[in-house]
Nanobody, 119 residues
């Protein structure tokens, strides 16, 4: 089991920045992949950014060059630094932890944090 607690969402003007945090109940280096997803009203949840236990990262094309995912192993926390925010970034952002056990994947989710970008 992994508990995830997100923080850092809020209201920001277009062009502004926010940093989301996700604290985990499990040592983060033991989690295969930590990811940030988002879901806007009427849309499907989509992957925004992810970081593996080895430090590899990947990003949605829509956020490349603007968002950065990172982690602090000592604090068991993953971050999503969001710069140059756009109104289309408005969504509920969810932290995800994916564990691989005997070739099966297990997903855990945080409660979500609202990000609203005004034009």
């Amino acid at each position: 089991q992994v508990q995830l607690v997100e923080s850092g969402g809020g209201l920001v003007q277009a062009g502004g920045s926010l940093r989301l945090s996700c604290a985990t109940s499990r040592r983060i280096f033991s989690i295969n992949t930590m990811g940030w997803y988002r879901q806007a009203p009427g849309k499907q949840r989509e992957l925004v950014a992810a970081i593996t236990s080895g430090g590899s990262t990947n990003y949605a094309d829509s956020v490349k060059g603007r968002f950065t995912v990172s982690r602090d192993n000592a604090k068991n926390t993953v971050y999503l630094q969001m710069n140059s925010l756009k109104p289309e970034d408005t969504a509920v952002y969810y932290c995800n932890a994916r564990l691989m056990v005997l070739s099966r994947s297990y997903d855990y989710w945080g409660q979500g944090t609202q990000v609203t970008v005004s034009s």
